[in-house]
């Protein structure tokens, strides 16, 4: 059977936080004559290279990075348009070289975008219109934005929880630019993606032939090396950035007059958020050296927790949203689970394995089974649920639970808050107070009442005799 390389392709590696995946991505490009695009939000930032966990120079071994370092600290981190829109032109430079491109990066919705063709993530924008040319409701607070959306889209403003303003705002932001509501475009979307392949240059719904690598490693392991990059980043000037950040803000909004949006953006990054108290507290030198080092040790723990939990986030994502999106479009064969048992095998159990599945890959031979590389990938490569929940919007809808008034957005939450204890709590009391005897109402006689409320005016009386 003849062999036939694939056309454009593209290698793609996803994992969680502090896995390795930049690392990867470096030997893979030494090895295949690559450059590699970054797909992490944090890194598009210019400078602070320890807050945001950029690949230090001599790390790069020489290999071409893109899109690190494009943005100021006073704007707001690229849309999934500007995303996709700046990496699809990374791509053609870097193929226009004869060189293959690696996208890596954690910001998973990033990468899913850039993958699978989307007609959301291709045309321009409303944040990147002039200000003078965007609907004025879309500056409004999250209330009448949510009410504007009540009207115009019942559908996706039951599916948001009344506080998530930039959702809110996305979805009138699609039916401003396409006269469309958001529930209806994605509705067409997923229909599309039904539709049978057209021929072998259709990719199923992916933009071009994707080879991709998920670095994964245990919890265990994973814990240990996550704290311990926390400390790391102490050593390498953690504390400077934090305080760049501060003094930035600070200088900002006093020459601005405009107070920073620190919900959004470089403010989000893990490590500055974590650090403020401290960093104020030093600042104003307003407490003691015993309570300053309590403050920077529980700064240090905070970021250790907060760097978990987005590991968390990101497996998650991979898993109900990744894996269901590569799985429907027939893309499971070319997505492999390298499992990273611990860092003295790295090129034995991580390299090695996905330099053999990319030689294959580029060159048009048959890949192994995803499943047989390890125990790990047999398990790991089956989505944690069999759909997508914003493939489904039939599962969508606000349902308010009468026993604890909590309110649920789509069928995954409402099923998960009537297993929850406090749900279950709720039910038990109710039914105790449903099933209580009714307690007998006892009738007084009056004279007897009369009786009683005398004595207590009399004795009331000798107690203040000034007071009547």
Not at 93 to 111: A, C, D
């Amino acid at each position: 059977m003849a062999v036939t390389p694939p056309s454009k392709p593209l290698v793609a590696i996803v994992g969680a936080t502090g896995t390795g995946k930049s690392d990867l991505a470096v030997e893979l490009a030494r090895r295949f004559n690559g450059e590699i695009i970054n797909g992490d939000a944090m890194q598009l930032y210019k400078g602070l290279p320890v807050i945001t966990n950029k690949i230090a120079p001599e790390e790069m071994k020489g290999v071409p990075h893109h899109l690190l370092g494009r943005i100021r600290l006073e704007e707001e981190t690229w849309t999934v348009g500007k995303f996709v829109a700046n990496a699809l032109g990374v791509i053609d430079e870097i193929r226009s070289r004869g060189k293959l491109p690696i996208l890596v990066g954690g910001t998973h919705y990033y990468t899913q975008s850039l993958l699978f063709k989307d007609a959301l993530s291709e045309e321009p924008e409303l944040e990147n219109v002039e200000q003078s040319e965007r609907p004025a409701i879309l500056h409004e607070p999250t209330e009448i934005l949510l009410e504007k959306l009540r009207e115009v889209d019942p559908v996706m403003a039951d599916r948001w929880h009344p506080n998530e303003h930039r959702k809110i705002q996305r979805s009138l932001e699609i039916y401003f630019r396409t006269g469309k509501p958001a529930s209806q475009v994605y509705d067409e979307q997923r229909l599309k993606k039904e539709l049978p392949s057209e021929g072998p240059d259709d990719n199923s719904g992916l933009r071009f032939p994707t080879l991709l690598f998920w670095v994964h490693a245990t919890k265990e392991y994973l814990t240990k090396r996550l704290d311990s990059r926390v400390d790391k980043m102490m050593e390498n000037g953690l504390l400077s950035e934090v305080e760049t950040l501060h003094n930035f803000r600070t200088d900002y909004e006093a020459r601005t007059g405009q107070e920073v949006d620190q919900t959004r953006g470089i403010w989000v990054s893990i490590g500055y958020k974590e650090f403020l108290d401290y960093q104020t507290a030093f600042a104003e030198g307003s407490v003691s050296d015993a309570a300053l080092a309590k403050l920077k040790q529980a700064a240090i723990e905070k970021t250790q927790a907060a760097t978990r939990q987005y590991a968390k986030r990101q497996i998650r994502w991979i898993q109900i949203k990744l894996l269901n999106a590569l799985l429907t479009s027939s893309q499971g064969d070319k997505t492999f689970l390298i499992d990273v048992p611990d860092v003295s095998q790295w090129d034995a159990a991580v390299v090695q394995p996905s330099s053999d599945v990319t030689a294959k890959f580029l060159s048009g031979q048959p890949l192994p089974d995803p499943a047989s590389l390890s125990e790990a990938a047999r398990e790991m490569l089956s989505p944690r649920r069999d759909y997508d929940l914003s493939q489904r919007p039939d599962l969508w809808g606000k349902r308010i639970c009468e026993t604890c008034g909590t309110t649920s957005f789509n069928e995954n939450d409402w099923k998960l808050h009537l297993k929850s204890r406090a749900h279950r709590r709720a039910v038990g009391v109710k039914k105790k107070q449903e099933n209580a005897p009714a307690r007998p109402t006892k009738t007084r006689d009056p004279a007897a009442a009369r009786e009683d409320l005398v004595d207590v005016l009399e004795s009331y009386m000798a107690t203040f005799p000034n007071e009547l």
